[in-house]
């Protein structure tokens, strides 16, 4: 695991930039109805744990649907203007789904991002993509996350930035851990998605909690419910995704960031 040394100087001022997953699908927000918490809500209000008296400002620009060039172009710019001492930017996983995608173009534009972001001094979390191997249409692709994710290695290898390794994250495989769309983490899956990133960036006592420890073990299923279950996803998920793409649409479309500005978290 990628680490930086968060010893140096506590952060301030945290800005989280992606798509779906750091927007926090499929984790409601019990304080907001309609909205979600998410990983990286979660890990802000550990990073305001971790800052003992001094506050911690924290915005969230990541809106569902949108694909890497768009968060850099859209999310980017605003980011920087809030002069942030900490970004993390994980996006590339709704590119890496459709036909004809390029792993190593991606990695480009991601590591031209990344630079702009570390030359104002700002740290940098990224995020390897999940292993698909479990899923039967998405393990199509699986070849094209590994590339992407050893170019993402080499990105903070060479930027001095931290990685969240979802690809190695054995929890994550268990399917409790995701919403019944299979593309988004449950309320757990968040929960602990947010430790692994603060374990990441060295916070204290992260490394150390109950994230890693498996789920109890569960019967499996009938073969009758999980075909019945495969369908029920492909008519609910699948299909949508595939019609919206041909419209040229997004889920994302007409929607704004949940948090734009960096506000103060409370302490505790």
Same mark, same amino acid.
């Given at each position: 695991?990628?680490?930086?040394?968060?010893?140096?100087?506590? @952060?301030?001022?945290?800005?989280?930039? $992606?798509?779906?997953?750091?927007? $926090?699908?499929? #984790?409601? !927000?019990?304080?907001? +109805?309609?909205?979600?918490?998410?990983?990286?809500?979660?890990?802000?209000?550990?990073? %305001?744990?971790?800052? $003992?008296?001094? &506050?911690?400002?924290?915005?969230?620009?990541?809106?569902?649907?949108?694909?890497?060039?768009?968060?850099?172009?859209?999310?980017?710019?605003?980011?920087?203007?809030?002069?942030?001492?900490?970004?993390?930017?994980?996006?590339?996983?709704?590119?890496? =789904?459709?036909?004809?995608? &390029?792993? !190593?173009?991606?990695?480009?534009?991601?590591?031209?991002?990344?630079?702009?972001?570390?030359?104002?001094?700002?740290?940098?979390?990224?995020?390897?993509?999940? &292993?698909?191997?479990?899923?039967?249409?998405? *393990?199509?692709?699986?070849?094209?996350?590994?590339?992407?994710?050893?170019?993402?290695?080499?990105?903070?290898?060479?930027?001095?930035?931290?990685?969240?390794?979802?690809?190695?994250?054995? @929890?994550?495989?268990?399917?409790? =851990?995701?919403?019944? #769309?299979?593309?988004?983490?449950? !309320?757990?899956?968040?929960?602990? =998605?947010?430790?692994?990133? %603060?374990?990441?960036?060295?916070?204290?006592?992260?490394?150390?909690? !109950? @994230?890693?420890? +498996?789920?109890?073990?569960?019967?499996?299923?009938?073969?009758?419910?999980?075909?019945?279950?495969?369908?029920? @996803?492909?008519?609910?998920?699948?299909?949508?995704?595939?019609?919206? *793409?041909?419209?040229?649409?997004?889920?994302? #479309?007409?929607?704004?960031?949940?948090?734009?500005?960096?506000?103060?978290?409370?302490?505790?």
């Amino acid at each position: 695991m990628q680490q930086i040394d968060s010893s140096r100087s506590p @952060w301030k001022r945290y800005i989280a930039l $992606g798509d779906s997953f750091t927007e $926090g699908l499929s #984790d409601p !927000d019990p304080e907001r +109805p309609g909205e979600f918490r998410g990983w990286a809500d979660r890990l802000a209000e550990h990073l %305001a744990a971790a800052a $003992g008296d001094g &506050d911690v400002e924290y915005a969230n620009l990541a809106i569902r649907g949108r694909l890497l060039p768009q968060v850099v172009a859209e999310q980017v710019p605003v980011a920087l203007a809030a002069e942030p001492d900490l970004v993390s930017l994980v996006a590339g996983g709704n590119d890496l =789904m459709r036909p004809g995608a &390029d792993p !190593d173009q991606l990695a480009a534009t991601l590591e031209a991002a990344v630079v702009r972001i570390r030359a104002t001094g700002a740290d940098v979390l990224l995020a390897t993509g999940v &292993d698909t191997k479990q899923t039967p249409i998405l *393990r199509r692709i699986r070849g094209k996350i590994a590339v992407f994710n050893s170019d993402v290695w080499s990105i903070a290898a060479r930027t001095g930035s931290a990685v969240l390794d979802q690809w190695g994250a054995g @929890w994550v495989q268990d399917w409790r =851990m995701w919403d019944t #769309d299979r593309i988004h983490l449950t !309320d757990e899956g968040h929960r602990r =998605m947010a430790l692994a990133a %603060a374990a990441a960036l060295g916070l204290p006592g992260a490394d150390g909690d !109950d @994230w890693r420890t +498996p789920l109890p073990p569960q019967s499996p299923r009938p073969f009758r419910t999980a075909v019945s279950e495969e369908a029920a @996803w492909v008519r609910g998920f699948v299909a949508p995704w595939v019609r919206r *793409r041909l419209r040229g649409r997004s889920s994302g #479309d007409g929607r704004m960031p949940k948090r734009p500005v960096p506000l103060v978290l409370p302490r505790g």
